[in-house]
């Protein structure tokens, strides 16, 4: 079965530090790839999407940037955080196609101080 | 662009009552998923509709795309307090491999 991990579950750090949060998919190949970020009390953000190694859109212009070094594998970075960049960040997958649905993980809650 | 509507925005029945959240898309979709986030947790998936003027229904739940399938709603009959959290509507489009989600309804059941 697919299974999909997120980390860290929280994470505290201070404005101007790098961050750097991961994503990885079992049980599955070459699976669509998101990031959303999720306010608190808001909707989904998408941030960006990924359709394949190396293949990433953006959907936001900010500070943030994503990775896909390997088939199942997402990174979400940051050089220098920002505190509008807190809240709750999601990554998702789902099988190539339109009538797939989506997988969340369980989520990063980032607080920037 | 694309944008999935959804009203309202929040919602507080008492438990017994029903409640009703609408999704709204400005083009044609090619189907319509439905995800409930308890809180401090993550979207989960519920159902897919893909069929115009499609009726599917899962205990309580009932769940229907338009005719046009640009509209879409989700009815809970008699809420009880594990209805609690935040309902999001997510459409796709015919083309490209992303999905537009609502800005989803807050749906609080008091005891």
């Known amino acids: 079965s697919q299974t999909i991990h997120q980390w860290p579950a929280t994470l505290v750090q201070p404005v101007g530090s790098p961050l750097s949060l991961e994503c990885t998919v079992e049980?599955?190949?070459?699976?669509?790839l998101y990031w959303y970020r999720q306010a608190a009390g808001r909707g989904l953000q998408l941030l960006f999407y990924?359709?394949?190694?190396?293949?990433i859109s953006s959907e936001v212009p900010q500070n943030l940037s994503a990775s896909r070094p390997q088939d199942r594998q997402f990174i979400l970075s940051s050089k220098k955080l920002l505190l509008s960049d807190s809240g709750f960040y999601l990554c998702?997958?789902?099988?190539?196609?339109?009538?797939?649905?989506?997988?969340f993980g369980q989520g990063t809650r980032l607080t920037v101080v | 662009g694309q944008q999935v509507m959804q009203i309202p925005q929040y919602q507080h029945v008492q438990e017994g009552e029903d409640f009703t959240t609408y999704c709204n898309s400005s083009t044609t979709l090619s189907n319509i998923q439905w995800y409930k986030q308890r809180p401090g947790g993550h979207p989960v998936f519920l159902i897919q509709l893909v069929k115009s003027g499609e009726v599917k229904k899962q205990k309580r739940l009932t769940f229907q795309f338009g005719e046009a399938k640009k509209n879409s709603s989700l009815h809970i009959t008699a809420t009880q307090t594990t209805d609690v959290g935040t309902y999001f509507c997510a459409g796709n489009h015919n083309y490209g491999q992303n999905f537009v989600f609502g800005p989803g309804t807050r749906l609080s059941v008091l005891p």
């Open positions: 990924s359709v394949g190694i190396g293949q």
């Open positions: 049980g599955t190949s070459n699976p669509n």
């Open positions: 998702a997958w789902r099988e190539t196609g339109l009538n797939t649905e989506a997988f």
